[in-house]
């Protein structure tokens, strides 16, 4: 069973920045598309960010996190890390980790069908 850890929540001003860690304990890591989705307290489950597998050549973000967050990874150490600048208040929510259901994928939001226990992220204003 695949374990995702995600670490690196708390609370941050608006306008300031967090990052946000996942390690996986997928042997075949790299061959699997990694992704970040985030549910804000009411609201469903919706995906921010996707990286494709391998060598990453793929970036997927939904429209509000453009330009705002980046989404990386480290094959050798199975993380992923979403880098968070520009926070807004809106984008507090509990942050989950996230790997696709089959090898080789390009990290789009379908993908994805496995989750992490998730790191709360709160914005103040």
């Known amino acids: 069973q695949v374990q995702l850890v995600e670490t690196g929540g708390g609370l941050v001003q608006a306008g300031g920045s967090l990052r946000l860690s996942c390690t996986a304990s997928?042997?075949?890591?790299?061959?699997?598309?990694m992704g970040w989705f985030r549910q804000a307290p009411g609201k469903e489950r919706e995906f921010v960010a996707g990286?494709?597998?391998?060598?990453?050549?793929?970036?997927n973000y939904r429209d509000s996190v453009k330009g705002r967050f980046t989404i990386s990874r480290d094959n050798a150490n199975k993380t992923v890390t979403l880098q968070m600048d520009s926070r807004k208040p809106e984008g507090t929510a509990v942050y989950y980790c996230?790997?696709?259901?089959?090898?080789?994928?390009?990290?789009?939001?379908?993908?994805?069908?496995?989750w992490g226990q998730g790191t709360q992220v709160t914005v103040s204003s």
């Open positions: 990286i494709s597998w391998g060598r990453a050549l793929g970036k």
């Open positions: 996230a790997d696709a259901r089959v090898q080789y994928g390009l990290g789009f939001a379908r993908e994805f069908g496995a």
């Open positions: 997928i042997s075949t890591f790299s061959t699997y598309a």
